[in-house]
Every structure is written in C-alpha cells, then in structure tokens.
C-alpha cells in the first residue's frame, strides 16, 4: 500500500499474546512514520478518540480477532474493508480453514465491506481456493494466507480507486464461534463414524504446534495429527 503512494496513519494491532509477526509490523510502520495501537482497547473512548485523530479515510482489516463497533466504523468516511479466509456467506467467524474441511463448504478469500455483524457486510470481490484431499488445516490456511495476500494486491487499486461494486451476501452460510471446534476434537472411541468424516476431522485439526483432535485413554487425552500424501505419477507406473 505504501508502494502505491497510501499514507498509512495508523496500525492497530493485536496485544502481545496473540501477536503474530509484530517485529515486522512495527518496522513497517515506524517506516511510514505512524503509530501503533491496542486493538484490543477498541471499545474504550480513549481509544476511538485516538483513531478518529488519525483522520483516515478508510480502515483495512486482515485477520483481525476484534469486531468492530458501529462507532468505530463510521470514522471512516469510505469505510472498512475486511479481508476474511472464506468463501462468504460461508464460514463467518473463526477457523474457515477447519470447517471446509470438515464440512465440505468452498473455501477462498472474499474481500467485503465491514457492517456492525461478524462478516456479514456487502462483498467487493471472492476468490474460490482449492481444498485438496491431501489438505490438512494448516496447509490450507497457508494457501489462503497466500492467496488472500496476492488476491488484495490485485483488488486493492480498484477500492482505492474509489471503483468497487458492492454486493450482498447470499442468503444462508454458516458462522462459527472460536469455541465451536470443542464439539468435533473429542473422537469418541466407542461411536462409529464414516471413514471420511473421521479423515476429515483429523486432518482439519492437525495443525501444529497446535493439539487438535484427540481421544482419551485411561484418563488421558491421545493428541491425533494425520500425514498426507498423494501417490506420484512413477508410483502409479511402477
């Protein structure tokens, strides 16, 4: 964004015990010159009082744990744009990369417009992602990061450019809670589940260093993560 002549005038960030890639971000933003917040204290009035000072005209989400108040949105003259890991209206909330899998719902990036629901808002543009057999939690959750990254390069110009369409969300989809995944880690050992359905809850949850999918033994959780691999085209002729 700086690249292309934005002027960052603030970063919000997560606190330090969910912080991923801080180091890197507070380089970048000491290089645009700008400050670093809380977004934790989102709610508080100090807090609003010190975004509206930044005077922005637009906000841009990626993988921000916190929602929005309808206060904090309407700072924003040309508004809030989130970038969410999933194809919505499918997979609101947490852990997208999990529930395509388990649920065979389409997963991909989907660019939208920040409204006072969890990702509810009007879409600016989608992007489908492949989930592949051999897919495991993480490895789609890298490839959404990825594609997410190279799909907002691509979009980015046409919302700065004051150009995007606004369409809204489908009918239906689903939202998960952070919390939700307790109801499928827990294989219980004496119910019968379809090879599938038990493959995909295993592989959805392996994601290291993560614990994921267990079973428990003589009190004991068993943590379960699944190794994939998909037969080359030499093995297939041998």
Not at 21 to 31: D, L, N, P, T, Y
Not at 48 to 55: L, P, T
């Amino acid at each position: 964004m700086r690249e292309q002549g934005d002027e960052i005038v603030g970063v919000a960030m997560h606190p330090e015990a969910r912080l991923m890639f801080g180091g890197e971000i507070r380089a970048e933003a000491q290089k645009a010159g700008c400050p670093v917040v809380d977004g934790s204290r989102l709610k508080e009035e100090s807090f609003v009082r010190q975004v509206c000072d930044f005077k922005a005209d637009i906000a841009v989400s990626v993988l921000f744990a916190y929602v929005l108040t309808g206060e904090m949105i309407r700072l924003f003259p040309k508004g809030c744009v989130n970038l969410h890991p999933a194809m919505l209206p499918h997979n609101r909330g947490r852990f997208p990369n999990i529930w395509s899998i388990v649920s065979g719902t389409p997963a991909g990036v989907t660019l939208h417009y920040i409204d006072e629901g969890v990702d509810t808002g009007d879409v600016i543009a989608q992007k489908e992602v492949e989930v592949t057999p051999t897919d495991t939690g993480e490895t789609l959750y890298r490839r959404l990061e990825t594609e997410g990254l190279m799909f907002f390069k691509s979009v980015w110009p046409t919302i700065r450019a004051g150009a995007t369409s606004r369409t809204p969300q489908s009918p239906g989809g689903s939202y998960h809670r952070a919390r939700d995944v307790e109801q499928i880690d827990e294989i219980d050992l004496q119910k019968s589940y379809r090879a599938q359905s038990l493959i995909d809850i295993i592989r959805a949850r392996t994601f290291p260093p993560h614990k994921g999918a267990y079973f428990v033994h003589e009190g004991k959780k068993i943590y379960l993560r699944l190794s994939l691999e998909e037969e080359s085209d030499e093995g297939e002729k041998e």
